[in-house]
């Protein structure tokens, strides 16, 4: 079992960058298919981004050259760098973990953070 801890969210201006880290414990990362999903208020909670074995990477059309899923195996954690950001992209962003090959739908994750809070304003 793997416990996950996000962290680096807040508030933004539209045009600005966050990282959000996830930061895993009991087991190690590399092991996992790793994504990012988001839910904002009154919406479904909707995929962002996954890295998978061998670093293949899948992206949500909304975000796709503006986020970058990325995970650094030595420090056990996963990263979203989110660039340009847009007053759309408010949302409580959860990182959570696989074992399904290229994982983009929330049912295929077993295990989840408790979520950060990212507030874009216009």
């Known amino acids: 079992q793997v416990q996950l801890v996000e962290s680096g969210g807040g508030l933004v201006q539209a045009g600005g960058s966050l990282r959000l880290s996830c930061a895993a414990s009991?087991?190690?990362?590399?092991?996992?298919?790793m994504g990012w999903f988001r839910q904002a208020p009154g919406k479904d909670q909707e995929f962002v981004a996954a890295?998978?074995?061998?670093?293949?990477?899948d992206y949500a059309v909304s975000v796709k050259g503006r986020f970058t899923i990325s995970r650094e195996n030595a420090k056990n954690t996963v990263y979203l760098q989110m660039n340009s950001l847009k007053p759309d992209d408010t949302a409580v962003y959860y990182c959570?973990?696989?074992?399904?090959?290229?994982?983009?739908?929330?049912?295929?994750?077993?295990?989840w953070g408790q979520g950060t809070q990212v507030t874009v304003s216009s």
């Open positions: 959570a973990a696989a074992n399904v090959w290229r994982a983009v739908r929330s049912y295929e994750y077993d295990y």
């Open positions: 890295i998978s074995w061998g670093d293949s990477t």
């Open positions: 009991g087991r190690t990362l590399s092991t996992y298919v």
